[in-house]
């Protein structure tokens, strides 16, 4: 069974940056593709950036964010870590919420819920002054 453990998550100002990290226990996660997803209090889960398997990274559409954090976030892997993040910039209110990771094999990227298999426990992100 894949579990993901999700790091990263604190409170942080305005303007303020956090990086997420998913740490893979006993698979390696070049091979899967990668979601992060947020839920607000009293909001559904929602998606907000993709990443494809290793393989297919130089493909368009490889890598996908949801408007509202397009230019202030961006998702990368480190495969010798067996570790993808989520760094986010220019933090806003708006970004608060529980960020989950999760995995799908497969190819593509998708920042629709229900195209993954996998799910990390998620980790608590406040912005707030």
């Known amino acids: 069974q894949l579990q993901l453990v999700e790091s990263g998550g604190g409170l942080v100002q305005p303007g303020g940056s956090l990086r997420l990290s998913c740490v893979a226990s006993?698979?390696?996660?070049?091979?899967?593709?990668i979601g992060w997803f947020r839920q607000a209090p009293g909001k559904e889960r929602e998606g907000v950036s993709c990443i494809t398997p290793t393989e297919q990274i130089t493909l368009p559409g490889s890598i996908l964010y949801e408007p509202s954090v397009k230019g202030r976030f961006n998702i990368s892997r480190d495969n010798s870590k067996n570790t993808v993040y989520l760094q986010r910039n220019s933090l806003k209110p708006e970004d608060t919420g529980v960020y989950y990771c999760?995995?799908?094999?497969?190819?593509?990227?998708?920042?629709?819920?229900?195209?993954?298999?996998?799910w990390g426990q998620g980790t608590q992100v406040t912005v707030s002054s």
């Open positions: 006993e698979f390696t996660l070049d091979s899967y593709g």
């Open positions: 999760a995995a799908r094999q497969g190819y593509g990227c998708y920042v629709l819920a229900v195209m993954y298999d996998y």
